[in-house]
T-cell receptor
Framework: EADIYQTPRYLVIGTGKKITLECSQT?????MYWYQQDPGMELHLIHY???????EKGDLSSESTVSRIRTEHFPLTLESARPSHTSQYLC???????????FGPGTRLTVT | QKEVEQNSGPLSVPEGAIASLNCTYS??????FFWYRQYSGKSPELIMS????GDKEDGRFTAQLNKASQYVSLLIRDSQPSDSATYLC???????????FGSGTQLTVLP
């Protein structure tokens, strides 16, 4: 079973606030990903990382940033939250030689 | 634009029947294919992956890949109400560093 954690699970926050969504995995996976998913809609890749100090933007234009200082930790930061950021954010990870991604439980973000 | 297409459904099958979920993709240069299950309000969970033409079986699930026809299918035998979920198909194109997900097919298994 995948051991990947996301906090907080739910967050309601006002416009303009800075937020950081946490993602950690204990599997030693090199690859980590952040997706955004609205209810009933597709997954959209917003950021990914292939290892420490390696980050790339995904297909979906995003105002968020990520960092990868430790293998197990891949936080996503929004400097100034807006109502358009309201969505579910999913973190995933995979082994270096694999593309089988394992997802965390997600963070449901609401910006008021 | 490489695409992954799935019938959004909903697909309804009676309990005990075989559910057949299909996924087509737009480019022949594809390497890897994945099926995920996502319950409402939850995150996707990996069911199985398939890399070469033919069938791959895992319990009640069978993935079928036909690269010449550019489709991958997921069969669920002896469907149970607990199988009711959205099923996502994902494709890795060539040497791409990420997966492209379809929009999913909603399956309802009727008791």
């Amino acid at each position: 079973e995948a051991d990947i954690y996301q906090t907080p699970r739910y967050l309601v926050i006002g416009t303009g606030k800075k937020i950081t969504l946490e993602c950690s995995q204990t599997m030693g996976h090199d690859k980590m990903y952040w997706y955004q998913q609205d209810p009933g809609m597709e997954l959209h890749l917003i950021h990914y990382s292939y290892g420490v100090n390696s980050t790339e933007k995904g297909d979906l234009s995003s105002e968020s940033t990520v960092s990868r200082i430790r293998t197990e930790h891949f936080p996503l930061t929004l400097e100034s939250a807006r109502p358009s950021h309201t969505s579910q954010y999913l973190c995933a990870s995979a082994l270096r030689q694999s593309y089988e991604q394992y997802f965390g439980p997600g963070t449901r973000l609401t910006v008021t | 634009q490489k695409e992954v297409e799935q019938n959004s459904g909903p697909l309804s099958v009676p309990e005990g029947a075989i559910a057949s979920l299909n996924c087509t993709y737009s480019d022949r240069v594809s390497q890897s294919f994945f099926w995920y299950r996502q319950y409402s309000g939850k995150s996707p969970e990996l069911i199985m992956s398939i890399y070469s033409n033919g069938d791959k079986e895992d319990g009640r699930f069978t993935a079928q890949l036909n690269k010449a026809s550019q489709y991958v299918s997921l069969l669920i035998r002896d469907s149970q109400p607990s199988d009711s979920a959205t099923y996502l198909c994902a494709v890795r194109w060539g040497s791409a560093r990420q997966l492209t997900f379809g929009s999913g097919t909603q399956l309802t298994v009727l008791p």
